[in-house]
């Protein structure tokens, strides 16, 4: 796979997300910061089910990425790591890549959905956007209207797996992947 300009934006801006500690590197304990944030966001207790759920299929997602991107074996990621298993397809695979984040939106939703409706309203899009990927409350309005395709002011669990492969897969500088993680 070729890293065009455009994805290659989108894979440097993923990568700060992941980074929860700011230090130029990916490792198991940027997500448990970020899974504390998470939940916490939400007001739930560590020992909350919902909470040990989101911590474990977020653990998850960082098995899966450090299995593919570490080749070193150091335990961390770096972003030329993170970039080329890109360019070696390792990441690439749709298919491989719903394996991993539909448990994971699944659980991400039972913390995020308030009113318990499968559904995301703006402010609950709002809330795990910024304390999950740091996404500014405007850029993740931004994105909610983008992904709220019927208007009825609500995101589901489709809609985000769509606009997660778009970001990843499409080049349409347009699409709701593109602005997931606010402009790029």
Avoid at 41 to 54: E, I, N
Avoid at 114 to 123: A, F
Avoid at 137 to 156: F, I, T
């Amino acid at each position: 796979m070729k890293i065009t300009p455009f994805l290659d934006r989108r894979l440097t801006r993923r990568f700060e997300t992941y980074d929860s500690d700011q230090d130029g590197y990916v490792e198991r304990s940027d997500f448990d910061l970020a899974s504390a944030r998470l939940t916490k966001a939400f007001g739930l207790s560590d020992d909350d089910l919902r909470a040990k759920r989101f911590h474990e299929q977020l653990l998850s997602v960082w098995g899966h990425l450090a299995a593919m991107t570490d080749t070193n074996d150091d335990e961390r990621i770096s972003m030329s790591e993170y970039k080329s298993a890109f360019v070696r397809g390792l990441l690439g695979r749709p298919e491989a890549f719903d394996d991993v984040y539909v448990p994971y939106l699944d659980a991400l939703l039972a913390v995020a959905d308030h009113d318990g409706d499968g559904r995301l309203g703006i402010e609950e899009h709002v809330l795990w956007s910024r304390a999950l990927m740091n996404v500014s409350e405007s850029d993740a309005r931004a994105a909610h209207a983008r992904l709220d395709h019927d208007g009825d002011g609500l995101v589901g669990t489709e809609d985000l797996l769509a606009a997660l492969r778009a970001y990843y897969f499409s080049e349409d500088p347009d699409g709701p992947g593109a602005w997931l993680l606010g402009p790029l």
